[in-house]
């Protein structure tokens, strides 16, 4: 589980097919590799990966052919900068929000003013179920606020400090990302989507997930 607060970033310098997969190799500061012991989690973009290898300021981490079909994690070019964050440790602050690294879809940016502003972005019409006006969403795995929700695409604020710390500077129209809704908005979604979703919201109410 993560934060969405980018302190890290990277690079990415090589990534070669692994049977139906493949593997990152990236280039990170020593104070992440600390923590990207082999088997620890680490966010690369928002994706949820597994360290495989490490050693000579790098760690190296394989992909799922699942992986690379619904992240843009298979057609980065070697040299591109990352967001990188470490697994979230129990008894750290939580100050972005709930982050698993699992990647709802791939969007586009639409818009972008010249710096801070509003910045929209294309997303299926299928993923918009899951977002909410000033509810939460993660961009390449940065912890952002959603101002506005519409038909396909949804809008959030960037200050300096995030544009200064994570890769979101680099975007331009057109450009793809990987979006990871509200895990929340997945459940509430979940549940409309079966049927019966006053009932089964009011359950939840009662029972927790368990029933769910």
Same mark, same amino acid.
């Given at each position: ?24 190799? %990236? ?37 799922s052919e699942e992986t690379l079909s619904r992240t843009t994690l298979g057609a980065l070019p070697s040299g591109a900068d990352l ?5 979230? =440790? ?8 709930? %982050? ?17 502003? @509003? ?5 299926? !019409?299928?993923?918009?179920a899951m977002l909410a006006n000033k509810g939460c969403v993660a961009l390449d795995g940065v912890s952002l606020t959603v101002v ?16 200064a710390s994570a890769t979101l500077r680099n975007l331009r129209p057109g450009d793809a990302v990987n979006i990871e809704a509200d895990? @929340?908005?997945?459940?509430?979604? !979940?549940?409309?989507? =079966? ?18």
């Open positions: 589980m993560f934060t969405g607060l980018i302190r890290h970033k990277g690079t990415l310098t090589s990534r070669y097919s692994r049977g139906n997969g493949a593997r990152l190799r %990236v280039k990170a500061a020593p104070e992440l590799l600390v923590r990207a012991k082999i088997g620890a989690s680490v966010a690369v973009m928002g994706v949820c990966l597994t360290a495989v290898e490490s050693g000579d300021g790098c760690f190296e981490a394989d992909l967001n990188l964050e470490p697994a979230l =440790l129990a008894g750290e602050p939580l100050d972005g929000h709930l %982050v698993f690294g699992h990647v709802d879809a791939v969007g586009r940016l639409l818009e972008r003013p010249n710096g801070e502003g @509003i910045w929209r972005f294309e997303t299926p !019409r299928e993923l918009t506005d929700v519409a038909a396909q695409s949804f809008s959030v604020a960037l200050i300096p400090e995030t544009l895990p @929340i908005g997945r459940y509430v979604a !979940r549940c409309m989507a =079966l049927g019966r979703a006053e009932e089964r919201l009011n359950d939840f109410v009662r029972n927790g997930w368990k029933n769910l």
